[in-house]
């Protein structure tokens, strides 16, 4: 049974400016998206861009928002087809769990200024 759905967009243009910013990548990134999206080379702004709206869905399809979790909790990768999913840790982990959370699903797309995201928790 679905529990939640959550979508978002992201302006590419958005992470270019973060990633001049020090440490700014390290607070909202778990530490395998960064070492990830520095391996993309010029296409590293899409990839943060596409795993940060996913962070921003997975708050809305729990109906919270993120408030209480940490962003470097919810870890985007992708598997060796290059499909997305979403692994969580500590409290992100936590609120998925006690939303009744079973499987959490993810789909990414990006385009010159543009990432988005949707999410889906099953429960």
Known sequence: MIRGIGIDIVHVSR???WEAIPGILDR???????EAAKSRGLSASLSLAARF???EAFGKA???????LKLSDIQVRN???GQP?????NRAREAFERFGGKELHVSLTHEKDNAVAVVIIEG
Do not use: D, Q
């Open 28 to 34: 909202f990134f778990h530490p395998g998206e960064i």
């Open 85 to 89: 999913s979403i692994l969580l840790h």
């Open 79 to 81: 598997n060796h087809n």
């Open 15 to 17: 992470l270019k400016r």
């Open 53 to 55: 709206a996913a962070k």
């Open 62 to 68: 729990l109906g919270t928002g993120l408030e209480g």
